[in-house]
């Protein structure tokens, strides 16, 4: 169905367009007497806002009116129940679709605030993608000091270990040196035992020693008594010859013994022990002189001389 014309009365206005029903629509207005006293209100009236155009009946010659076609008051009526039923729908429709576009609103709004607290959640985010890739870096920043730190670890546990490894060797030595110190001291100490029972022993010759002294002096002294006597005796002589070798060869067997005997047991200086060799020689030599037969006056006084020499020996 297309184009179809609305002749209105009172009002020069017009309907074209390609529309279902516009016959009756048409002849739904002529029928009741409508008219419109507005380009608005015959819009708002005939309820064809979305309909494809609405002009003015001058634009356009009269003789295009002359062929509309010639509908019946009944027939009008009939097609516009037909037309208010559907009218009704439509409106209902409308209705519906406001309420669906609504209720779209409402859901677009929802969806913008879902939008906007999606962009929150964005913001955020990437506010915590920030953070942790800041994280990161200082994760990887403590990581190198770490490393370092072990590194440095691991250097003074080695040094440390060479440390207790040198410490070891040195106490080892030292254990060494203690044993060998402990052997010296232990030698040392019997060293200083035999020296204070040789200081013993010299302390006894030394006594021994000046007791021959002083024997010898008393021999001495019986001996010049007896050769002051011997001057007024005649009595044959030995030979002076024979009387030195006896008293040299007695005083060098005393001091050669006595020398042997100091060297084998105490360990002092050379000078000292042949020292204390000459003083044996002299001594020993004294009384073998004082001792000799040629020495004798007479029978009585030699017995006399030798059993002194004796006693004091």
Avoid: H
């Amino acid at each position: 169905m297309w184009a179809s014309i609305l002749r209105v009365v009172t009002k020069n206005y017009f309907v074209s367009g390609s529309y279902k029903e516009d016959r009756y629509i048409i002849e739904l207005v002529v029928a009741k007497g409508r008219s419109f006293t507005s380009f608005e209100e015959m819009k708002r009236q005939l309820d064809i806002n979305e309909q494809p155009s609405i002009g003015n009946i001058c634009e356009y010659p009269v003789e295009e009116f002359t062929d509309l076609p010639k509908v019946s008051k009944k027939e009008a009526e009939k097609k516009n129940g037909k037309l208010q039923a559907k009218l009704n729908i439509a409106k209902k429709k409308r209705r519906n679709s406001e309420t669906k576009i609504k209720t779209l609103n409402a859901q677009i709004e929802e969806q913008k605030q879902q939008v906007d607290t999606l962009a929150e959640e964005k913001a955020k985010v990437e506010k915590l993608e920030t953070a942790k890739k800041e994280a990161e870096d200082e994760k990887t920043e403590l990581q190198t000091e770490f490393n370092a730190v072990e590194q440095e670890k691991q250097n003074l546990e080695n040094e440390i270990k060479q440390k207790v490894d040198q410490f070891d060797r040195l106490k080892a030595d030292l254990k060494d040196k203690n044993s060998e110190v402990e052997k010296l001291n232990k030698d040392l100490a019997a060293k200083n035992t035999e020296a204070t029972k040789l200081q013993t022993d010299l302390a006894k010759l030394k006594t021994k020693t000046k007791e021959l002294e002083n024997a010898k002096k008393e021999v001495e002294k019986d001996k010049a008594e007896l050769e002051a006597k011997n001057k007024t005796t005649e009595q044959p002589k030995q030979s002076n010859a024979a009387l030195y070798t006896a008293t040299v060869g007695m005083g060098l067997a005393a001091g050669l013994i006595a020398f042997t005997v100091l060297e084998r047991t105490v360990r002092l200086e050379m000078l000292v022990m042949i020292g204390i060799a000459v003083a044996s020689v002299l001594v020993a030599g004294g009384i073998t002189y004082a001792a000799l037969p040629s020495t004798q006056v007479n029978g009585a006084e030699a017995d006399k001389a030798a059993a002194g020499g004796k006693a004091k020996g």
